[in-house]
Structures are given as structure tokens and as C-alpha cells.
């Protein structure tokens, strides 16, 4: 197979100055979403609020916050059906509005549990906001590059996004070291990379936007989506069903991991703030951009059932050694951990971008990613919550038990990687099988 495009070469030359513009707009949004990652979010508030709140409410809101992300990809039905028939940079534009109010907000949260409450609040909104951006960005890919180009240019915005992201982490958990206070600061500065994300966005372009405009509307309720287009969906496509089920899976044990992980490294470990921020978020983060061309090619090369296939034995180790790192409490595993999940990462976020391809017909792509970020909000509700949980339940039983919490995302991991290896060869059998004579 050859190499696949970077992303100069595989955009026509009059599409490379709007994909510099766009590129310039997720990096400067970067910021932002780099103090409301998961890890960094988690970490905040186990240091922030660690003595202001009783130990199971602490637990429960680190969950929340670290899985606000994936939660907040519920209202993706939402966000779809409000999208259809607008103008879509004037709606990425309005959304970043609300997204920089999100931080105001959290910028002014005292140490309290009325401000904690307050922060958990403005964190879900700005992940709510944020999947509108995610979900209407999708259209804004489909109709700008081809496929070629579109993966190039999304692993592109992946590995800026990810040095980004993790440099930030990595600056958010020093900050809080050395003095917790500095939260407020760091939402303000962060709302105001937003207001620059949202004028860079304003001077995007959208391919044939009028004719996209007039068939959406055109399309009346067929076009929007809707529970039961989701419903009517995961019906009609047995494919998509079994994939996304064995990524929910999956998915639910990744998620799982890293509320309890931060417990044990703040509460077991007794590491500092910043370790636990590279430990959970920004080294993961970073080896975002070294695996992202790995993974490119091999999703250009095969079907996204297989990618996942092979992509989900990487999830697998990290899950492995971060059990065994906790339990142990060995440092050096859990470091091996993160490097794995980073790994792992990077091939997941591109299969969250574009694997929905593979089974979607062009019309309807908004509503097959839809479909794959509602049920990933399913899981994001419950899985963090559930992994913070767990480790509450375990420490109250018998102190120091709580790591073995991690137990339960490495058995969903392993039951999520055993179902993509049976599709991939349900898949491989049904093309031998259309290939006969």
C-alpha cells in the first residue's frame, strides 16, 4: 500500500489556504479544551476541593468531571436536529460564544461546595456546547475534502490539537502545585484563546452550503435526527449495530479508568498534581502526534471494523499495566500505561472522526456520527461514575483495596477487543464469500 498523503499534498491547491485558516482555528480552541480535559478537570478539582467536601461527594464529582466529555456527547441528538436547514460557521460561531461564557463562569467558582457545584456545572456545559462544535464540524469536513484528503487533514488537526492539549495539562497541573487559587486564571486565559478560536472560525467557508441548506430543509423529518432515526438505524444496519456495540463496550472500560486512577495516584500515591496530570492526560496526549501517522495509514488501508480490531489490543496493554501499576503501586507501570493509552488514543480519536464512513451513505454521515456520539454519552454518563464509585466502595471496605477498582476496565476492554476480533472475521468470511464466482 503506498504512504498515505500528508496533508498538503492530498488537498487541491485552492483548498490549502482555508485549510490553514481552519487549522489556526482548532489550534487556538486547543487551549480551552486543554483545561477542561478530563485528566486536567479531574486533577482540579481532587486538589482544589480535596478538603471542603466529604470523601464520596469528592470521588463522585472527580467522576463527573472526567467523564463530562464523553457525556455531553448525549445532547449530540440535540445539536443535530438544531443544526439543520442554519448557516453552519454562523452556528460554530454562536456556539464558541457560549463555549468562552462556560469559563467565565468557571473562573469565578470559590473553593466551596457551592463552587464545586458551580465548576462541574460550567465543565458540562462548555462539553456540551462543544459536542454542537464536533457534530457540525463533521458536516463541514464531509463537504470541504474528499476521503483522501479528510484523513490527511484530520490527523493533521489531531496531532496540533493533541501537543496543544497535553502542554497545557502539563502547565495547568504545575500551576495548581503551586498555588490551587491559580484556577481562575487559568479559565479566564482560556476563555479568551475562545474568543480568538471564534474569530478565526467566522472566516471559514462551507463548499455549496446553499445546496446543502435547501436539501436539509427540503428533507423535512427524514433529515432530522432523532431517537428514532437512531433506533431506526442500529435496525437496518446490523454492521454499525455490532460495531458500535463492541466499541460501547470498550469504550465504557476506557472511560471507567480514569476517575479511580487519579484517586489512586492523589490519595494512595500521594503524588503531586502535575504527575497526576501527566500520568492521566498530558503524556497520553502527547504521544497523540507521534502515533496519529501510524494509525492513518491503517485506517486508510482497511475497513473500520478491522482497524478497530487491531487498535483495540493497544487499549487492551494500557489497561493491563495500569492495573498492575496501581495494585503494585508501581510508578514505572503506570507511566508504561500511559504511554499505551496515548498510543491508543491516537487511533481512537481518528476512528471517532471518521469510522461512521465506512457504513454511512454521503447523505446521511451527520446522522451515523450522531448516532456513535449519542451512545457515547450513554456511556460517558454512567462508566466515570461508575469507576469512582468502585473505588469509594472498595476503600470503605478495606482501605487500600480501591485500586483493584481498575479491575473492571480491563474486563471491558478485553470482552470489547474479543468482539471487533469476531466482526473482523465475520467480515473477512462475508467478502470471501462475495468474491466467489
Given at each position: 500500500?503506498?504512504?498515505?498523503?500528508?496533508?498538503?499534498?492530498?488537498?487541491?491547491?485552492?483548498?490549502?489556504?482555508?485549510?490553514?485558516?481552519?487549522?489556526?482555528?482548532?489550534?487556538?480552541?486547543?487551549?480551552?479544551?486543554?483545561?477542561?480535559?478530563?485528566?486536567?478537570?479531574?486533577?482540579?478539582?481532587?486538589?482544589?476541593?480535596?478538603?471542603?467536601?466529604?470523601?464520596?461527594?469528592?470521588?463522585?464529582?472527580?467522576?463527573?468531571?472526567?467523564?463530562?466529555?464523553?457525556?455531553?456527547?448525549?445532547?449530540s441528538i440535540i445539536w443535530s436536529r438544531w443544526s439543520r436547514g442554519r448557516d453552519k460557521i454562523r452556528s460554530l460561531a454562536a456556539l464558541q460564544a457560549v463555549f468562552a461564557s462556560a469559563f467565565l463562569v468557571a473562573a469565578v467558582a470559590p473553593p466551596s461546595p457551592a463552587g464545586l457545584a458551580l465548576l462541574a456545572a460550567a465543565v458540562l456545559t462548555a462539553r456540551i456546547v462543544w459536542c454542537g462544535v464536533v457534530t457540525?464540524?463533521?458536516?463541514?469536513?464531509?463537504?470541504?475534502?474528499?476521503?483522501?484528503?479528510?484523513?490527511?487533514?484530520?490527523?493533521?488537526?489531531?496531532?496540533?490539537?493533541?501537543?496543544?492539549?497535553?502542554?497545557?495539562?502539563?502547565a495547568a497541573g504545575l500551576l495548581l502545585d503551586l498555588d490551587?487559587?491559580?484556577?481562575?486564571?487559568?479559565?479566564l486565559a482560556a476563555a479568551g484563546f475562545c474568543l480568538a478560536g471564534l474569530v478565526a472560525l467566522r472566516r471559514l467557508k462551507l463548499r455549496g452550503q446553499r445546496r446543502r441548506l435547501r436539501a436539509e430543509l427540503a428533507g423535512g423529518a427524514e433529515n432530522t435526527f432523532n431517537l428514532n432515526s437512531l433506533k431506526r438505524i442500529l435496525a437496518?444496519?446490523?454492521?454499525?449495530?455490532?460495531?458500535?456495540?463492541?466499541?460501547?463496550?470498550?469504550?465504557?472500560?476506557?472511560?471507567?479508568?480514569?476517575?479511580?486512577l487519579i484517586l489512586v495516584l492523589g490519595r494512595d500515591l500521594s503524588v503531586s498534581a502535575v504527575t497526576q496530570v501527566l500520568i492521566t492526560g498530558?503524556?497520553?496526549?502527547?504521544?497523540?502526534?507521534?502515533?496519529?501517522?501510524?494509525?492513518?495509514?491503517?485506517?486508510?488501508?482497511?475497513?473500520?471494523?478491522?482497524?478497530?480490531?487491531?487498535?483495540?489490543?493497544?487499549?487492551?496493554?494500557?489497561?493491563?499495566?495500569?492495573?498492575?501499576?496501581?495494585?503494585?503501586?508501581?510508578l514505572p507501570l503506570l507511566w508504561l500505561?500511559?504511554?499505551l493509552q496515548g498510543i491508543a488514543s491516537a487511533g481512537g480519536m481518528l476512528g471517532f472522526s471518521?469510522?461512521?464512513?465506512?457504513?454511512?451513505?454521503?447523505a446521511r454521515s451527520v446522522e451515523y456520527l450522531s448516532v456513535h456520539i449519542t451512545l457515547a454519552g450513554v456511556r460517558g454518563l454512567t462508566a466515570p461514575l461508575i469507576g469512582a464509585a468502585s473505588y469509594t466502595v472498595l476503600e470503605a471496605w478495606r482501605p487500600g483495596a480501591g485500586a483493584w477498582s481498575l479491575a473492571l476496565p480491563l474486563a471491558l476492554v478485553s470482552a470489547g477487543a474479543v468482539g471487533f476480533a469476531r466482526l473482523e472475521r465475520h467480515l473477512n468470511a462475508s467478502r470471501a464469500r462475495a468474491a466467489m464466482p
Open positions: 500500500m503506498p504512504e498515505p498523503p500528508t496533508t498538503a499534498s492530498a488537498l487541491p491547491p485552492m483548498s490549502r489556504p482555508h485549510a490553514r485558516i481552519e487549522l489556526s482555528a482548532w489550534a487556538l480552541l486547543a487551549v480551552p479544551n486543554g483545561v477542561i480535559a478530563g485528566a486536567v478537570s479531574g486533577v482540579l478539582v481532587a486538589t482544589v476541593y480535596a478538603d471542603g467536601v466529604a470523601g464520596w461527594v469528592l470521588a463522585l464529582a472527580v467522576g463527573l468531571v472526567t467523564g463530562a466529555g464523553p457525556l455531553a456527547n448525549v445532547s457540525i464540524r463533521a458536516s463541514l469536513w464531509r463537504a470541504n475534502y474528499s476521503r483522501r484528503a479528510r484523513t490527511a487533514f484530520v490527523a493533521r488537526v489531531q496531532a496540533v490539537v493533541a501537543v496543544i492539549v497535553a502542554v497545557v495539562g502539563a490551587p487559587r491559580a484556577q481562575r486564571w487559568m479559565f437496518n444496519d446490523p454492521n454499525y449495530r455490532r460495531y458500535l456495540g463492541c466499541l460501547f463496550v470498550l469504550g465504557s472500560g476506557t472511560l471507567m479508568a480514569t476517575a479511580p498530558s503524556l497520553p496526549t502527547l504521544l497523540i502526534p507521534l502515533a496519529t501517522p501510524y494509525w492513518s495509514r491503517k485506517l486508510a488501508e482497511r475497513h473500520a471494523i478491522a482497524y478497530r480490531a487491531l487498535l483495540s489490543r493497544v487499549f487492551v496493554a494500557a489497561a493491563a499495566a495500569a492495573l498492575a501499576g496501581a495494585t503494585l503501586s508501581w500505561s500511559a504511554a471518521l469510522g461512521h464512513d465506512d457504513f454511512a451513505p454521503e
